[in-house]
């Protein structure tokens, strides 16, 4: 599996493995969850996006903001056929590999979707 930054030809890929991962959480909080309706091609424009592909399939991303003393984790999302292979753990180690590269000295978490 290999972490890359995000680029526009993915947003497809992006956009359904958000809805997969997402979709059992509507019936729980009653509404869509904000990642589902999120403006994804921005986000990759502005270099805030990475995925996780294994070979040429996108099977998973994050999306990390930088801000003046931490590294915001905005979303991290599976493909649900993904889930329990180490794909979010690989999401995460790039986190904090970002954040030290960057130098910032935290990671912050926008909370899950209630």
């Known amino acids: 599996m290999r972490i890359r930054a995000a680029v526009p030809a993915d947003l497809a890929a992006l ?27 921005e986000k990759i424009n502005l270099g805030h996006v990475e995925v996780a592909a294994e070979q040429a ?18 979303n991290v999302a599976v493909d649900p056929p993904w889930q329990s292979r180490a794909v979010g753990r ?5 986190a904090e590999r970002t954040a030290h ?10 909370p899950t979707p209630r």
């Open 57 to 74: 399939e996108v099977v998973g991303m994050i999306v990390l903001v930088p801000s003046h003393d931490h590294l915001l984790i905005e």
């Open 90 to 94: 690989a999401l995460m180690a790039h």
């Open 101 to 110: 590269r960057l130098g910032l000295p935290e990671l912050r978490r926008t």
């Open 15 to 41: 956009r359904g493995i958000v809805q997969r991962a997402y979709e059992g959480y509507f019936e729980r909080i009653g509404r869509r969850p904000a990642p589902m309706d999120d403006h994804y091609s």
